[in-house]
């Protein structure tokens, strides 16, 4: 039971918990190669108790080599891009609306009056077909001015309104 609860401690407890466990393993095993935790050069009482890992428990462990090695150093800071005002123009569209399409790349020169992007605009839409029907309108009106012309000339305007 008691064992029970040093592992138990041992998975909450962090590195508290593993030399808990360590000393736990070490009043239970018999004679098995020992790993040691410390230098044979420094004396018995400034070094920590040896303890032994049993045999179906090593394939749990992970031996490591320690050497020092060089850190980068990655620094992760907060910030906001901004565009350079002295390097932009900004653009004026003569009608309202969503982008649609973009026919420039950033940074790309462009000549006078060459188109950048398109405007998918719902008042240049009505404002388009009111325009085409005004001019189909004047187009017919035209026609019919025309044909009266002719009509007079040939003094057939006259006999159609006498009918």
């Given at each position: 039971?008691?064992?029970?609860?040093?592992?138990?401690?041992?998975?909450?407890?962090?590195?508290?918990?593993?030399l808990?466990?360590?000393?736990?393993?070490?009043?239970?095993?018999?004679?098995?190669?020992?790993?040691?935790?410390?230098?044979?050069?420094?004396?018995?009482?400034?070094?920590?108790q040896?303890?032994?890992?049993?045999?179906?428990?090593?394939?749990?462990?992970?031996?490591?080599?320690?050497?020092?090695?060089?850190?980068?150093?990655?620094?992760?800071?907060?910030?906001?891009v901004?565009?350079?005002?002295?390097?932009?123009?900004?653009?004026?569209?003569?009608?309202?609306?969503?982008?649609?399409?973009?026919?420039?790349?950033?940074?790309?020169?462009?000549?006078?009056?060459?188109?950048?992007?398109?405007?998918?605009?719902?008042?240049?839409?009505?404002?388009?077909?009111?325009?085409?029907?005004?001019?189909?309108?004047?187009?017919?009106?035209?026609?019919?001015?025309?044909?009266?012309?002719?009509?007079?000339?040939?003094?057939?305007?006259?006999?159609?309104?006498?009918?």
């Amino acid at each position: 039971m008691r064992s029970v609860r040093r592992l138990r401690r041992f998975r909450a407890g962090g590195f508290a918990g593993v030399l808990v466990c360590a000393c736990v393993m070490a009043g239970c095993g018999s004679e098995q190669p020992q790993m040691t935790s410390y230098s044979s050069e420094a004396s018995k009482s400034a070094t920590p108790q040896l303890f032994t890992i049993p045999q179906e428990q090593m394939s749990h462990v992970q031996v490591v080599t320690v050497a020092t090695t060089k850190l980068t150093r990655t620094l992760r800071l907060t910030g906001t891009v901004d565009y350079n005002a002295f390097k932009t123009t900004p653009v004026i569209s003569q009608v309202g609306g969503p982008v649609s399409r973009v026919l420039v790349l950033p940074g790309e020169q462009v000549k006078r009056g060459q188109p950048m992007l398109e405007v998918s605009s719902p008042d240049y839409s009505r404002l388009l077909e009111m325009y085409l029907k005004a001019a189909d309108s004047y187009r017919l009106a035209n026609l019919d001015y025309a044909r009266a012309e002719d009509l007079y000339h040939k003094n057939a305007a006259e006999q159609m309104l006498a009918v």
